[in-house]
């Protein structure tokens, strides 16, 4: 039981870290800055010296957000890690088939709440 209510806690804690950390955004961010330097490598009619200055600007880019995605990542992990103090057994759900099952329908029933919640204000 007590590691239901820790998954119901850690996926709410989650779904509003995402959020708020926007997540998503910099998930695009990052997507987009792959997409300029593939076009980059596809355009013959620049020159390398042009080439160079963009990929290292592309390249410079690219860690800063990569670094974001590795801290919110690292941040969701370590919550995970404090939540399992209380439950020895909570990583042991999370990690299991039924687990992610559990953590994806809170998911999502969460996300329907909130947005009926959002909606009438």
Not at 65 to 79: C, D, G, N, R, T
Request: proline residues 0%.
């Amino acid at each position: 039981m007590i590691n239901q209510i820790l998954l119901i806690c850690s996926s709410i804690i989650i779904y509003e870290f995402i959020k708020y950390s926007k997540f998503i955004n910099i998930v695009k961010s990052n997507l987009k800055i792959y997409k300029k330097i593939l076009k980059l490598f596809k355009f013959n009619k620049v020159s390398d010296f042009r080439k160079e200055k963009l990929i290292l600007n592309y390249s410079k880019s690219l860690f800063i957000v990569s670094i974001k995605i590795f801290a919110i990542l690292i941040s969701i992990f370590i919550l995970m890690l404090i939540l399992n103090l209380f439950s020895n057994s909570f990583l042991n759900l999370v990690i299991s088939i039924l687990g992610i099952i559990e953590l994806s329908i809170i998911f999502i029933i969460y996300h329907i709440v909130r947005k009926k919640i959002n909606a009438k204000l």
